[in-house]
């Protein structure tokens, strides 16, 4: 046989091994493309909500913007609508550093130095009744994953700046840069971010000093990505932290299952008992509009539009991504029990 031929059999084994992989889980690559296509088509009218406007330059997204992607772990993409616009991946970059810190300190670093619980309120708590907005820390609220940042080893504030954004970008499998404006207007704006970092460090629950600390979480917010990119981040997850389009590994795979545990309970801020009881998939979200969902062990869905609702979830970005879990039927405790 010569080269050419062989490198067509190759191509041709792979190309069957990854649709054969697709159909082995029950989804063919048609099936993966039409429910994303139909996601798409079933919210693109859904205007409800409105962009974040805390960040002031977040209100100035086009708010119509849309679009919905699969990544699968072998590396397969469906996608619609706008998966290339970049936009700030603000909350959801937050698990990923928190996998950064695991990785260089254990998981247990993070159990025990900032914490798993989403309310960490006891079962009998007045408190909670009283102000519903108190919760302890867990890496994935600000004042947890301002914590984390401050937990990276670094030597200075730029290798903290470079571990973090060079982390990100390998789970995105491209290479990333900051949204300058977006971090302008943010940091601008830090008021309240500032005061947690203080006060965490007061309370010597920060690891670093606390305006690096902030600067470097405000940078980490600002780094733009699309749908797509997010996909990637997510597929990775699903590949037991091996990105599939690079073949880098990225974070031990004895990570992964601590940490989706970790955005099962807290991805979705106020709303992440509804998200799991309605889609039934660890997820996260960010107010820049970007949400990412893994299917562990398969696929990660990723969607992108900046209307939020009140608990600071897009709209269609979540509804898209439940349609696509209930249709697929792949919600970890069973179908969707509002269907
Ligand atoms: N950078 C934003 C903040 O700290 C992130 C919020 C979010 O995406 O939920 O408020």
Not at 196 to 217: Q, T
Not at 285 to 306: K, L, Y
Request: net charge neutral.
């Amino acid at each position: 046989m010569n080269k050419l031929i062989q490198n067509a059999v190759a191509a041709v084994a792979v190309a069957l091994m990854l649709a054969s992989s697709a159909i082995a889980e029950g989804i063919t690559p048609a099936a993966f493309q039409s429910v994303v296509d139909e996601a798409y088509a079933k919210y693109k009218g859904l205007n409800e909500g409105s962009n974040a406007d805390y960040i002031p330059i977040l209100a100035e997204t086009p708010s119509d913007l849309f679009g919905v992607v699969i990544v699968t772990r072998e590396g397969a993409i469906y996608s619609a609508g706008d998966v290339d616009y970049k936009f700030a991946i603000e909350s959801v970059s937050k698990p990923f550093t928190a996998a950064l810190v695991m990785k260089q300190q254990g998981p247990n670093a993070i159990r025990e130095k900032i914490g798993l619980e989403s309310t960490g309120l006891p079962f009998n708590s007045k408190l909670s009744l009283e102000i519903h907005k108190a919760r302890s820390v867990n890496p994935l609220v600000n004042a947890g994953a301002i914590a984390t940042v401050s937990m990276v080893d670094a030597k200075s504030e730029k290798d903290r700046w470079n571990q973090v954004l060079a982390n990100i970008s390998d789970f995105a499998g491209t290479k990333l840069t900051v949204l300058e404006d977006v971090y302008d207007s943010e940091y601008e704006n830090v008021w309240g971010n500032r005061g947690i970092a203080n006060l965490l460090y007061d309370y010597k629950r920060l690891y670093s000093e606390p305006e690096e600390a902030l600067r470097v979480y405000t940078r980490q917010c600002s780094i733009g990505v699309n749908a797509l990119d997010l996909g990637v981040m997510g597929a990775t997850l699903a590949n037991q932290g091996v990105n599939p389009i690079t073949g880098k590994r990225v974070m031990p795979a004895k990570d992964v299952p601590g940490l989706l545990a970790i955005m099962a309970t807290a991805g979705f801020y106020d709303q992440s008992g509804e998200w799991l009881y309605s889609a039934g998939l660890p997820a996260k979200t960010g107010v820049g509009g970007g949400i990412v969902a893994v299917v562990p062990g398969r696929f990660a869905i990723a969607a992108f539009s900046p209307r939020l609702n009140a608990a600071g979830n897009s709209i269609r970005s979540l509804s898209a991504i439940r349609y696509i879990s209930g249709k697929l039927g792949v919600g970890l405790f069973g179908p969707n029990p509002d269907e």
